[in-house]
């Protein structure tokens, strides 16, 4: 077991830069996500850690020890693919048996080891089937067993939930976290879906464009989002768009908004504020002001039913706002109708423009 | 309904000209490779006096070894560097690859007469000369290009992702081919290796341009049998030939499909 250094790692294929100065540490024993879009180089940056490709410049190490220039067959890592990648011509046992088989281990010490390995991820009895006889699920667990039954110092997950359907994917998230506190393995998981990032990991670093856009504990990333595009792709967001006024900013049309974190920015700057839909109270009437808390004034546009919330979208001054109401039994609002939304400056976080 | 029927017998009836077509000519040199008379007289009358003879045909039997010898080493020969070359054009980039790729099937169009008179005037250029050798060298330039071509076939269907978990699980480039790639490939080399041995053993033209008298293969030892004078011993040597190489082909084709296993 070992924790990741990432320093400073730059890949490029011809013109295009995958990786740009990405600069990551990961912490023994952690779940870390690598969040971000399609070509964001999350890939890149996983298949780096894992020696399947070396960095042009920068600094990759496991446990302390330089690895950038170490072939991924002597790093001693654990991989999940996307596809699973089982081997068709061998059986289940076979399959997981193959990282200790060509390390020249003894056979009682493979058969014992591969056991304990199927055993954790619950298909003990399977080992004598093929890949082909198997469902998505067991697919994935025999490739989870398979990574794991070498003792690796680090285990990546390449989007391994990615193939499987939504109810067996979050059955899947916790048999997956389940297991990594049980072995207590550093374990980096690429991902596009923020939801999965969110629910599993310690840590989540958001890559865009081949660069580190944040990297923090999810609650962090989510609550003080530090641009736009961390605000958006973690989680729905409002974003309003002004000059900054040192503790908010301030609309085209002059109305203020106060924010309560986010970056200290030199007043007259272009800037933005994020709000998260769940965090705007909505109602039908304009008293009951409580002090201090943004208020902006709309009109209900639609409202999309989803049996524990609703979400409205609200028109104001060309922008289309988004707000999330629990269903508490209370009156709904139609279509078309006016309303103030409130919300308090600790819900709203200032964000330098980018 | 009455149109079914009638397309259903047409259907029948054209598989079974297609089948005459393809097995009469053979089942008649079979026939009459028990038969008594040497000049396709009939009736027929049974006898195994041909095969009894050609035992004694020291000429003929020393050729069908020469054959078999020939054609299995250059079915190891050319099913390994064959194997090997497809895996190479599969895995690794390289300068003048497109190129290289695109040298490799025009030989299978180039006829015969052209490939063998070519390679008798360089064999004899580079002192290798004729004889078995020579028809060695020459059966496995010609059957490399068909063992690269199915092999290649089958990798295409190769899910790189294997040898990608396999490194990953610790195994060096060695295991890697021999424990994931190979046993994925095998259907394709072993279909590869058969077409080497058909294009070895039904070899006349090019083995014809190499034989020197003494050291010559069986379909050229035949044509010359033929030219001093037909006998029905060529009838039964031609039967065996047959029947043993038309097992091999059902067998494998029972077990191998031609890679058409998921």
New interface residues.
């Given amino acids: 077991m070992a924790g990741v250094q990432v320093s400073s790692v730059s890949r490029s294929f011809g013109a295009h830069k995958a990786l740009d100065d990405v600069s990551i540490d990961f912490a023994d024993g952690g779940f870390y996500a690598l969040l971000g879009p399609s070509g964001s180089g999350k890939t890149t940056l996983l298949r780096q850690i894992a020696g399947f490709d070396f960095p042009d410049t920068g600094r990759i190490s496991i446990g302390g020890e330089s690895v950038e220039r170490v072939p991924v067959e002597k790093r001693r890592i654990g991989m999940v693919f996307q596809n699973y990648a089982l081997f068709p011509n061998m059986s289940v046992a076979d399959n997981v048996a193959f990282g200790l088989s060509v390390r020249g281990e003894a056979k009682a010490v493979i058969a014992a080891e591969v056991q304990r390995a199927l055993d954790l991820v619950q298909l003990g009895k399977l080992g004598g089937r093929r890949p082909h006889q198997l469902s998505g699920g067991q697919r994935q667990r025999v490739a989870l067993a398979r990574a794991i039954v070498t003792k690796p110092r680090v285990l990546l997950l390449d989007e391994p939930l990615g193939a499987l359907d939504k109810a067996l994917r979050v059955d899947m998230q916790i048999e997956l976290k389940r297991i990594q506190r049980e072995i207590g393995i550093t374990t980096i998981f690429v991902t596009h879906d923020q939801e999965e990032a969110l629910t599993m990991s310690d840590r989540i670093g958001i890559l865009r464009d081949g660069r580190l856009v944040q990297e923090g504990p999810p609650e962090e990333i989510y609550d003080r989002p530090k641009s736009e595009f961390a605000a958006t792709f973690l989680g729905d967001a409002n974003i309003f768009r002004g000059d900054t006024t040192g503790n908010g900013i301030r609309l085209p049309d002059g109305t203020a908004i106060a924010a309560g974190a986010g970056a200290t920015l030199a007043a007259g700057a272009k800037a933005s504020c994020a709000v998260r839909p769940e965090r705007i109270r909505i109602a039908t009437d304009a008293g009951a002001s409580d002090g201090d808390a943004n208020t902006l004034k709309g009109q209900v546009s639609k409202r999309i039913f989803a049996g524990n919330n609703s979400t409205y979208f609200v028109e104001r001054d060309g922008q289309t706002l988004k707000v999330i109401v629990q269903n508490t039994g209370a009156d709904r609002l139609a279509e078309g109708q006016d309303v103030v939304l409130r919300w308090s400056p600790e819900s709203t976080v200032l964000i330098a423009a980018n | 309904m009455a149109t079914t029927r009638i397309l259903e017998g047409l259907g029948r009836l054209y598989i079974f000209l297609l089948l005459a077509f393809l097995y009469l000519p053979i089942i008649i040199m079979a026939l009459m490779s028990f038969n008594v008379s040497p000049f396709y007289q009939l009736p027929f009358e049974w006898t195994t006096e041909w095969y009894a003879s050609l035992w004694q045909n020291d000429q003929l039997i020393a050729a069908t070894w020469n054959s078999l010898e020939i054609a299995i080493i250059t079915t190891l020969i050319s099913v390994v560097m064959g194997s090997a070359a497809s895996l190479a054009l599969y895995r690794y980039e390289f300068r003048g690859k497109k190129v290289l790729q695109a040298l490799l099937f025009p030989p299978i169009a180039i006829p015969w007469l052209i490939t063998g008179t070519a390679m008798l005037i360089f064999f004899f250029g580079v002192g290798i000369g004729r004889g078995l050798f020579a028809i060695l060298l020459g059966h496995v330039a010609l059957a490399l290009p068909y063992v690269i071509v199915v092999v290649s076939a089958r990798l295409q269907t190769f899910?790189p992702?294997?040898e990608?978990?396999?490194?990953?699980?610790?195994?060096?480039q060695w295991?890697v081919t021999m424990?994931?790639t190979l046993?994925?490939i095998m259907p394709g080399v072993i279909a590869g290796g058969l077409f080497a041995f058909a294009v070895s053993f039904d070899q006349f033209v090019v083995s014809y341009f190499l034989s020197t008298p003494g050291q010559t293969t069986l379909p050229v030892e035949i044509y010359a049998a033929i030219r001093k004078g037909f006998t029905p011993e060529i009838n039964a040597v031609s039967t065996i030939i047959i029947v043993v190489s038309m097992a091999l082909m059902l067998l494998t084709a029972r077990f191998f499909k031609f890679g058409g296993e998921?």
């Fill in positions: 899910a992702e294997l990608e978990a396999a490194r990953s699980l610790g195994a060096n295991q424990r994931v046993p994925w998921k």
